[in-house]
């Protein structure tokens, strides 16, 4: 039988088996060719059934109030609704484009994408955010990762990357703002507000809260399986009857949290700033501290329908469980301590753990009420910030995000000016947040003194960003001539880090006391000689002095470790030439745009060795060139 003869339903059914994937536009492209074809193809491809996996399995964000307007307006045409998103897809990536291309104006570019898509192109920017890399910054567990993807690397594939993810960063973020805000003057009106306050903490990681209430929705079905299993009432109206019930439910979820590996951290994990946020509590860090495994008690037992809260106990924070009947006492869970006791007698166990922290009995009533949403987010806010000690002995992931979401919750609680004063001064780390996130977001929630510091603030900011931008450092005809360039790998002469290259001036500009402190003048060549601004394989920035830089080359692996470990080599960097036993990164449009002479210059000393001395050579004269 001819393909044009066969029944309609066989053409559906084709198109049916179409693989459905997250983060490949194949199937979608071939049902948007057959649209392009005949009538019957046509016809088969309009079916809206066709399109719902697509558009599920791709679109797993969104802007919750603007898909409702979507599904107003557009029903179950799945189709149209997905023609919709790839619209929006492909604004935000053009965006996206310039934002890689040009310095100027990314601020202003920023603030459209937060304001006019938001989450609804979250899921195009992750793509992005993970495409591939060129194969020395690649981890070797990568491509089984990325088995769905092409194994192209695109056009600038780091600097797209580094962009993408701060975009989806400054999105999450401006959401997470204006939920605390929200919060803050609308008090406790939401019932999820527990939920979703907490989970914005891991929305300055680019975790969004419906990954996080994802997370909590799975863990209370299964926590829902777990009490059936055990013959224990699912039925609200039954297990509220009696404290008793109450009671077992209440330990039985205890239960069900340490079966499942969420358990006491001990001393050696207590005060890694990991345990504080749910993306990470809810997976890789389950050994967690009190109000991180009391936020999952509560929020799985609300899913319960069981009306539980946090008490912000001094030195532990605790749960309480009520029942609608009154004649029903409330249940007091230390879920941290579950192991011990999880229920706690407030004649017995609760003044003596009062006593203990200082409490005088008169007081004792304060403290069993259940706790405010803001108190609860601003606690934990503290115990970020009381995690810095710590940071550098076990902790991973970038701590200046977790001391920026800390600041912001204390800023807009709190309205400290010191917090605000801080955030300032680490903004450099987030280039894309001043107009999107502080000055949109942020503003207008706070009291009329700090948001004119902010506003004023962040003005200045602008202002140096503009003037940045603007700048093209050419290095003929200076009176110094500058013996390195930008995207030179280096050891350091003295203290033998590695470092590359990303900026320099012909001489010394920092301030005098820097220059006092650090030594400057009694450099060989002082204050009066070229200095570089250089990014370590640890991922931190310094200022270095000519004299104090060898040229080096490294092991393969050590470009995936600076890749891995230093956030800004993505802004800065986009490929690696290697040639004659000497190296240098290649330039992202940005510094090629900032630095246009360094470039020739690289290329150059990599063919001849002309503009700096490399103490390591090889017979070989072999290249290797990885630039996308």
Request: with cysteine; aromatic share 10%.
């Amino acid at each position: 039988m001819a393909l044009q003869g066969l029944p309609f339903d066989i053409y559906v059914h084709i198109l049916e088996q179409l693989p459905v994937a997250a983060h490949s536009d194949d199937s979608p492209k071939t049902l948007a060719a057959c649209l392009q074809t005949n009538s019957t193809f046509r016809s088969a491809a309009s079916v809206a059934m066709l399109w719902e996996p697509h558009y599920r399995a791709r679109y797993t964000v969104c802007d919750v109030s603007r898909e409702c307007s979507r599904t107003q307006a557009l029903g179950d045409d799945w189709k149209a609704r997905f023609m919709e998103r790839v619209r929006l897809d492909r604004q935000a990536i053009k965006i996206l484009d310039s934002i890689v291309m040009e310095r100027d104006g990314r601020l202003e570019r920023a603030r459209e994408v937060t304001s006019t898509f938001s989450y609804d192109v979250w899921n195009a920017l992750v793509t992005v955010a993970r495409c591939n890399v060129p194969e020395a910054f690649r981890d070797i567990d990568e491509p089984a990762e990325n088995e769905e993807r092409t194994s192209d690397v695109p056009s600038h594939a780091i600097p797209r990357r580094f962009w993408a993810q701060s975009l989806l960063g400054a999105i999450s973020r401006s959401h997470a703002v204006r939920a605390w805000t929200r919060l803050k003057l609308d008090g406790e009106n939401n019932g999820d507000g527990l939920e979703t306050a907490i989970a914005c903490l891991s929305a300055y990681f680019a975790h969004p809260p419906l990954e996080i209430s994802a997370q909590l929705d799975i863990l209370s079905s299964h926590c829902r399986s777990y009490l059936v299993k055990n013959e224990l009432p699912v039925d609200p109206d039954e297990f509220n009857r009696s404290e008793d019930m109450l009671s077992r439910i209440s330990s039985s979820i205890c239960d069900f949290l340490w079966e499942n590996g969420f358990r006491a951290a001990g001393n050696s994990r207590f005060h890694i700033f990991n345990t504080q946020f749910p993306h990470w509590f809810l997976t890789t860090h389950k050994d967690t501290i009190p109000l991180s495994l009391v936020y999952i008690f509560v929020c799985i037992a609300r899913k319960l329908g069981m009306t539980a809260a946090p008490i912000d106990f001094p030195a532990r924070v605790l749960a309480i469980v009520s029942s609608p009947d009154l004649t029903v006492s409330d249940i007091f869970v230390d879920v941290f301590g579950s192991r011990s006791r999880a229920i706690l007698s407030i004649q017995e166990d609760i003044p003596r753990m009062l006593i203990h922290a200082g409490i005088v009995p008169t007081s004792m009533m304060h403290y069993l009420r259940p706790a405010s949403t803001t108190s609860i987010v601003v606690r934990a806010s503290r115990n970020i910030l009381a995690s810095f000690p710590a940071i550098n002995e076990v902790s991973e992931g970038d701590p200046r995000v977790a001391f920026y979401v800390a600041l912001t919750v204390n800023l807009i609680f709190l309205n400290g000016l010191q917090y605000l004063l801080n955030i300032m001064k680490h903004i450099d780390r987030f280039p894309l947040d001043i107009l999107a996130v502080l000055t949109d977001a942020l503003a207008p929630g706070l009291n009329p003194t700090m948001k004119h510091q902010l506003l004023t603030s962040c003005k200045a900011a602008h202002e140096d960003e503009d003037e940045a931008a603007a700048s093209v450092t050419l290095r003929s005809n200076l009176p110094i001539p500058i013996k390195h360039f930008v995207g030179l790998i280096f050891r350091h002469s003295k203290y033998e880090y590695i470092g590359y290259i990303y900026g320099w001036e012909s001489s010394c500009t920092a301030s005098e006391s820097w220059i006092n402190s650090m030594n400057v003048d009694s450099l060989r060549w002082g204050r009066h000689q070229p200095f570089y601004h250089v990014l370590t394989q640890d991922g931190s920035l310094r200022y270095v002095a000519e004299e104090n830089i060898q040229p080096a080359t490294l092991k393969p692996y050590a470009y995936h470790r600076l890749f891995k470990h230093a956030h800004e080599v993505g802004r800065y960097f986009e490929g690696l030439v290697e040639e004659n036993g000497r190296a240098r990164l290649l330039l992202s449009p940005e510094l090629l745009t900032a630095y246009p002479e360094d470039n020739d210059v690289g290329e150059r000393w990599i063919k001849e060795g002309t503009s700096a001395d490399s103490e390591d050579t090889l017979s070989s004269s072999s290249r290797r060139v990885q630039r996308w």
